[in-house]
């Protein structure tokens, strides 16, 4: 053996402990460096699915309080009910086509009266006119000619929804040669609309009227801020609905007639009641708003529109609340 092989032999043998430390060391190394950056990822991964099913809970959570009212269901085209605690927060108990656009009949006549409140002194006498007399339906028992305060006239379209009152509202004769027009006051109901972000709502009329191409139309959702607005702006228009009857005097104060029964039969029957409007046509179908007040000075507020028969605006209600206080939610 010559005196290099020996030398190279020696070299390798020296040589191979010190580069298998040095692998052992690498590959330490190696799986040290892959722990530290793995583990973060792992609990990250973990976090996030950990996140993402409390997420989920949520919002099944959510979806469950939001259809509180279980499986119930109403025979109508649109429903919305919420609740309005103290401060003003609203929470929707049940929803159905809320922002599906529909006549809405006689629910018409609310918007009639605040924006009448809004344009007219409560005592202001208006004439009636030939054309307020003509509008279909005989309620309201006003003569051509005669003159009746503002009061009175609200009380008349709403208590009886009287399209003769609402008309004559509307057309706001002070004297022969001064008037609003029905023209100028429909411009008026549109504008408040506007106003009130009702995006979804028209008014052609003052009374609800179906025409043959125009029709009063609005969703369950537009007319809640309807209802919130007059709550908090012009509440009177709710207690006048409220009542069970009413005696109609002329300006020097004889009967002009005698409203033996407001035409909401839940007037007088149902408890808490503050308040509401009904309407009915045969494009709308039975339309109902109802306004409930509660110990705890929360409002429920019901929106019912397009049920078959105008009896089932009423039972459909009373069916509602009846499943509201079953599962303490009123």
């Not at 029709?215 to 069970?244: C, G, H, M, Q, W």
């Not at 009857?245 to 909401?264: A, C, E, M, S």
Request: overall charge positive.
């Amino acid at each position: 053996m010559t005196k290099n092989v020996r030398i190279f032999i020696f070299v390798i043998l020296v040589s191979m402990p010190l580069w298998w430390g040095v692998n052992i060391f690498q590959g330490s190394l190696e799986n040290y460096l892959y722990a530290q950056i793995s583990q973060p990822f792992k609990e990250g991964l973990n976090s996030y699915q950990k996140l993402d099913s409390q997420a989920s809970e949520k919002e099944a959570a959510a979806k469950a309080a939001k259809n509180q009212v279980l499986n119930y269901s109403l025979d109508a085209r649109s429903v919305l009910v919420v609740k309005i605690d103290e401060s003003g927060r609203k929470k929707i108990l049940l929803e159905e086509k809320p922002d599906k656009k529909l006549p809405i009949a006689s629910l018409t006549k609310l918007m009639t009266s605040l924006v009448s409140l809004e344009i007219y002194d409560p005592a202001q006498l208006l004439y009636i006119s030939k054309e307020a007399v003509k509008q279909r339906g005989e309620r309201g028992d006003l003569k051509i000619g005669e003159r009746l305060s503002v009061k009175n006239l609200l009380h008349i379209a709403l208590l009886e929804s009287s399209n003769d009152a609402a008309f004559a509202l509307a057309e706001g004769i002070y004297s022969p040669n001064k008037r609003i027009g029905e023209v100028n006051f429909v411009e008026l109901m549109n504008k408040e609309a506007s106003f009130l972000k009702m995006n979804n709502t028209h008014f052609f009329n003052p009374t609800g009227l179906d025409n043959r191409e125009e029709t009063n139309y609005s969703t369950s959702r537009d007319i809640i801020k309807l209802v919130t607005y007059i709550l908090k702006e012009k509440p009177e228009i709710f207690k006048i609905s409220a009542k069970r009857n009413y005696l109609v005097l002329t300006p020097d104060g004889k009967i002009h007639h005698f409203i033996p029964r407001n035409i909401d039969e839940l007037v007088g029957e149902a408890d808490g009641l503050v308040g509401g409007k009904t309407g009915f046509t045969d494009k709308a179908g039975g339309c109902i708003i109802t306004i409930f007040k509660n110990e705890k000075n929360e409002y429920l507020i019901n929106v019912i529109l397009g049920t078959s028969t105008p009896k089932e605006r009423f039972s459909e209600t009373e069916n509602l609340l009846n499943n509201l206080r079953n599962n303490n939610l009123w």
